[in-house]
C-alpha cells in the first residue's frame, strides 16, 4: 500500500497552502471577508463544497480524464516536470469552476489543480488528491473566513 502521508512532497502540499492562507488571513485579510460567517449560516452547502464537490471532481477530472489523456503519447510528454495530460485537465479543471467562480479565481484554482494532479500520478492513485482537495476547500471555506 501506498503510503502517501509518509510522502515529503505530500506533506509540503499539506502544510504551505495552510501556512499561505494563515499568512493572508493575518495580513490580508479584507478581501476575503465575503466569506465571514459562512460556515455557520449555511453549514449543509458547507459539507458539500468541502467533502461532496471534492469528491465528485477528483473522481471526474483525476479518475477518468487525465487518465485518459495521460494514455495518449502526447500527454505522457512532461514540461517542467508535469505531464501535459496534468496541465490539460488542470485547464478544463479551472474552465468548470467558470460557473460557479468570477474568472480570476477560476484561474487561480489552476495551481492547485496541478498539485492534485502531481499527487495522482506521482501515487498512482485517487487517495492523495482526493485528500489534499478535500483539506485545501477545508482551508478556503473554514479557516481563510475573517
Known amino acids: 500500500m501506498n503510503l502517501f502521508w509518509r510522502d515529503r512532497q505530500f506533506l509540503a502540499a499539506f502544510i504551505v497552502p495552510l501556512l499561505v492562507i494563515l499568512y493572508i488571513r493575518l495580513f490580508g485579510a479584507g478581501a476575503f471577508a465575503t466569506?465571514?460567517?459562512?460556515?455557520q449560516s449555511q453549514p449543509g452547502r458547507l459539507f458539500?463544497?468541502?467533502?461532496?464537490?471534492?469528491?465528485?471532481?477528483?473522481?471526474?477530472?483525476r479518475g477518468v480524464l487525465q487518465p485518459?489523456?495521460?494514455d495518449l503519447?502526447?500527454?505522457?510528454?512532461?514540461?517542467?516536470g508535469v505531464s501535459v495530460g496534468n496541465v490539460?485537465?488542470?485547464?478544463?479543471?479551472?474552465?468548470?469552476?467558470?460557473?460557479?467562480?468570477?474568472p480570476?479565481?477560476?484561474?487561480?484554482?489552476?495551481?492547485?489543480?496541478?498539485?492534485?494532479?502531481?499527487?495522482?500520478?506521482?501515487?498512482?492513485?485517487?487517495?492523495?488528491?482526493?485528500?489534499?482537495h478535500v483539506l485545501y476547500n477545508f482551508y478556503y471555506y473554514l479557516v481563510l473566513p475573517v
Open 35 to 39: 466569506f465571514a460567517g459562512f460556515h
Open 73 to 80: 503519447p502526447w500527454g505522457r510528454q512532461r514540461l517542467a
Open 68 to 70: 485518459a489523456i495521460s
Open 104 to 132: 480570476y479565481w477560476s484561474a487561480l484554482v489552476f495551481l492547485p489543480s496541478l498539485v492534485f494532479g502531481y499527487f495522482r500520478e506521482r501515487h498512482d492513485s485517487l487517495f492523495s488528491p482526493l485528500f489534499l
Open 88 to 102: 490539460i485537465t488542470s485547464l478544463l479543471f479551472a474552465a468548470s469552476h467558470l460557473f460557479t467562480h468570477l
Open 48 to 61: 458539500g463544497l468541502v467533502l461532496m464537490w471534492p469528491v465528485m471532481e477528483e473522481v471526474v477530472f
